[in-house]
């Protein structure tokens, strides 16, 4: 009965008789102290138990503590907009809870139709597990509660992500997993340089994606990551770094068959990033990459601003051996790169022995950052290149 009235109170009903329901008409305080797990479990029951449009609203200028939480579908109503205006905020290391098998702080399942923005911030407190508590000290109780992923999306079709600021994350900010039909803009997404494995994007075993307009930092990990599965991906207007770069990959790792298709990456900027467009694989994996492009592409002390890694061992050797099967690489065009390399190979085409096919490298033009000379290195790799600085001299020009 009194859930029931704690709905009826949260419940406004606007011009358009679209449900809106305020997180703060469930309990949740907003104080930055209180757990608001609890307040926000029961508002996200209301509105994916309502009818027509519905939409939950997180107040400006408070701060909600929020443990792991799953939010999941599906829901009766076909479009849910989630609303932050104030900020989310994650348990810090040295919080204690029960043990929990979850992988991610904010979770989201089967829920299609979803819609989240800004301008409110998604804070994953993770300088304190950086800082604080390193892996190899963590105890057992803790490392099961380290959170893989601030934002995660799973089986989630017509998403809509824009506006937001994520900072900090412990580990990935944003993970796409078996997701249809996604747009992501107009996002920051900020961690500091030595920040470990804080991925900006990762998309896997997802189709019909949109990244556009959006501001990636996020220290010594992917600003973005295309991995198997993966299809009609459209990167644009995307600034990185620091950061890893715009990868396709890691790819086969422990032999796992995987594939990835139609992704084309335009018109985005690495600025001071490890690494610009690469492509990675670990030998031993089969599958593809293909039918891959990037374009229009500035780069600002950018370091390995081409790459095509083959021989990517991450965690293990960084540069291990070729085997029988490898991911096979074809289709992949590099076209208008203009700027600067921290790094004498500013093109790297290292392939595996079954070689990489139908590469095609024009109008680049990329010279040194610091001064010196810049060189293009290959292996196996055949294609074309025209009007390409520095000369990539494996390819028919």
Not at 52 to 71: C, E, H, R, S, V
Not at 335 to 357: H, M, P, W
């Amino acid at each position: 009965m009194f859930f029931m009235l704690s709905i009826s109170l949260a419940y406004l009903a606007t011009g358009n008789s679209q449900p809106t329901f305020d997180v703060g008409k469930f309990g949740a305080a907003g104080d930055g102290e209180t757990n608001d797990s609890p307040a926000f479990l029961k508002a996200w029951e209301a509105v994916c138990g309502a009818s027509g449009k519905t939409t939950l609203q997180i107040p400006a200028n408070k701060i909600f503590l929020l443990y792991p939480l799953q939010f999941v579908g599906p829901c009766k109503s076909s479009f849910i907009h989630i609303q932050v205006m104030g900020k989310l905020l994650a348990p810090s290391a040295n919080a204690r809870r029960n043990s929990t098998s979850v992988d991610c702080w904010l979770c989201f399942e089967r829920v299609d139709g979803l819609l989240i923005d800004g301008p409110g911030q998604i804070d994953g407190n993770g300088e304190t597990w950086w800082t604080k508590v390193p892996i190899h000290e963590r105890p057992t109780s803790i490392i099961r509660l380290i959170i893989l992923q601030a934002l995660h999306f799973h089986g989630c079709n017509d998403l809509r992500l824009s506006g937001l600021t994520h900072l900090n994350s412990q580990k990935n900010h944003i993970g796409l997993h078996n997701c249809h039909g996604v747009s992501i803009s107009n996002l920051h997404i900020i961690a500091p340089s030595d920040s470990p494995n804080t991925d900006g994007i990762d998309v896997s075993l997802s189709t019909q994606i949109l990244i556009s307009n959006t501001f990636i930092g996020t220290g010594s990990d992917d600003c973005i990551a295309v991995k198997g599965g993966t299809s009609n991906v459209n990167i644009t207007r995307v600034t990185c770094g620091p950061g890893h770069g715009i990868s396709i990959g890691s790819l086969g790792e422990d032999g796992a068959n995987q594939i990835v298709d139609q992704v084309h990456v335009t018109g985005c900027t690495f600025n001071g990033s490890d690494n610009g467009a690469r492509i990675k694989t670990t030998p031993g994996g089969t599958g593809f990459a293909r039918d891959v492009s990037f374009e229009g592409i500035t780069l600002i002390a950018s370091g390995n601003p081409i790459v095509i890694d083959q021989h990517y061992c991450n965690g293990r050797d960084h540069h291990c051996q070729d085997q029988e099967k490898a991911v096979a690489i074809s289709g992949v065009t590099f076209s208008g790169f203009q700027g600067t390399s921290a790094d004498v190979e500013a093109i790297n085409l290292d392939c595996s022995k079954q070689g990489c096919r139908g590469i095609t490298i024009n109008n680049v033009n990329i010279s040194s950052s610091v001064g010196h000379d810049v060189r293009a290195v290959c292996k196996n790799a055949h294609g074309t290149t025209v009007s390409t600085v520095p000369v990539v001299s494996c390819l028919l020009s």
